[in-house]
């Protein structure tokens, strides 16, 4: 079974730019989680997507923002970029979320200049 | 006070040794125990799932819950060169949709 993939592996962005991030869960798995990972604040929950609904969402500002499609692959955008937005961004999948297993990716490294 | 804490190392040790991981948490809420392992440049893999308290043994790999002391172990037996990663705790409560709470991880690195 295919494990989670995510694209693009990497990414440079200027301040103020918009991005956006994909993910493609394992087959089958329903909730799609997105964590960012800095080496300040470890990895912090962003939100979690279930049947196309966010079911949780983390504390982060407006300028991030998720969605999924029917199909289950989810998509995160971060708006008007800023310098502090450089992470990784890890996609995890779950059969259906809560106390599931989390299956992760290898993450998007996203850089702001 | 954060809600899971972990000494972020690095802990270096000699291959062979019997190494231990730590956490603690504030939150008596949680439930479910995980152990991730990160490899440099790659996504966290879990390495063990425990439910409450009590001892969960995989392999070289045993995992410990206490919950009276809000303390989570991760004991690694005859470490090896390709242990050397960092090792997130997590951790969870029971509600059917809960997030998962991680520490920020132990840089753990075995010499030959």
């Known amino acids: 079974k295919a494990g989670v993939t995510q694209t693009p592996r990497y990414l440079i962005k200027t301040r103020g730019q918009q991005v956006t991030l994909s993910c493609s869960p394992i087959?089958?798995?329903?909730?799609v989680s997105w964590y960012q990972q800095t080496p300040g604040q470890g990895l912090q929950f962003l939100f979690e997507?279930?049947?196309?609904?966010?079911?949780n969402k983390g504390n982060f500002p407006g300028r991030f923002s998720g969605r999924q499609f029917s199909n289950s692959r989810s998509e995160m955008n971060v708006s008007t970029l800023e310098l502090g937005d450089s992470a990784l961004y890890l996609c995890?999948?779950?059969?259906?979320?809560?106390?599931?297993?989390?299956?992760f990716g290898p993450g998007t490294r996203l850089t702001v200049l | 006070q954060k809600e899971v804490e972990q000494d972020p190392g690095p802990l270096s040790v000699p291959e062979g040794a019997i190494v231990s991981l730590n956490c603690t948490y504030s939150?008596?809420?949680?439930?479910?125990f995980m152990w991730y392992r990160q490899y440099s440049r790659k996504g966290p893999e879990l390495l063990m799932y425990?439910?409450?308290?009590g001892n969960k043994e995989d392999g070289r790999f045993t995992a410990q819950v206490d919950k009276s002391s809000k303390y989570i172990s991760l004991f690694i037996r005859d470490s090896q060169p390709s242990d050397s990663a960092t090792y997130l705790c997590?951790?969870?409560?029971?509600?059917?949709?809960?997030?998962?709470?991680f520490g920020k991880g132990t840089m753990l690195l075995v010499s030959p």
């Open positions: 995890a999948s779950a059969a259906s979320g809560g106390t599931d297993t989390q299956y």
């Open positions: 087959s089958g798995h329903r909730s």
């Open positions: 997507y279930f049947s196309e609904t966010q079911r």
């Open positions: 939150n008596s809420a949680f439930q479910y």
């Open positions: 425990t439910y409450s308290s």
């Open positions: 997590a951790m969870t409560t029971n509600s059917g949709y809960s997030t998962l709470t």
